[in-house]
């Protein structure tokens, strides 16, 4: 288990982490490709919150990628690396998992959410506001369980920073595809 904690990460680690951070990037811009295409459904918001789940944990291997390479303290350890790879595999069961109990399906590419004969209306994605608690909730959780660290105070704000960005991801994966519809445009005379 030491392997986990060395300093400097050995070179295999930030490759790994990278290329997980390019394969999930290029997954988030096929999700909001997706998301496009899909206007007035309920997939669009779906796809769109995969995609911000996507950028998101792409940028938090980046990140302890990056810390890996340069060798920052504390933050450069492969523990933070792997951490980013079991969130995003964790992620992609939690958004198959939502999949499946909202019934996306085949059925639902089809179905507008704005009534016949109603002005066009926009679905708006509302799943940020349990991004944002389960951001709080992954930050306040990775400052606790860092508490003890060796390292240096700034470095612990950045270490507590990824828990907050893996917070964020699952708090928006917890509940999509969840929306309101939008006010319709005011039609000009």
Same mark, same amino acid.
């Given at each position: 288990m030491a392997w986990l904690f060395a300093e400097p990460a050995p070179v295999a680690w930030p490759i790994a982490g990278f290329t997980a951070a390019a394969l999930v990037l290029v997954g988030a811009l096929t999700a909001r490709r997706r998301a496009a295409g899909l206007h007035g459904t309920v997939l669009e918001v779906f796809w769109a919150d995969g995609a911000s789940i996507g950028m998101t944990l792409a940028g938090v291997l980046t990140g302890a990628s990056v810390a890996a390479i340069v060798a920052v303290e504390g933050i450069g350890q492969p523990v933070w690396i792997l951490v980013g790879l079991v969130a995003v595999i964790a992620a992609g069961g939690l958004l198959l998992a939502r999949w499946r109990s909202q019934e996306l399906g085949a059925a639902a590419r089809r179905r !507008?959410? @704005?009534? @016949? $004969? $109603?002005? *066009?209306?926009r679905l708006v994605s509302t !799943?940020? *506001?349990f991004g944002m608690l389960g951001a709080g909730i992954g930050?306040? /959780?990775?400052? &606790? &369980?860092t508490a003890g660290h060796a390292f240096g105070h700034p470095i612990h704000w950045?270490? @507590?920073?990824? /828990? &907050?960005?893996?917070?964020? $991801?699952? /708090?928006i994966g917890a509940v999509t595809p969840r929306f309101r519809l939008e006010a319709p445009a005011a039609g000009r005379s």
């Open positions: !507008s959410v @704005t009534p @016949t $004969a $109603a002005p *066009e209306r !799943s940020w *506001e930050g306040f /959780g990775t400052y &606790l &369980l950045l270490v @507590t920073a990824l /828990g &907050l960005a893996i917070g964020y $991801a699952f /708090g």
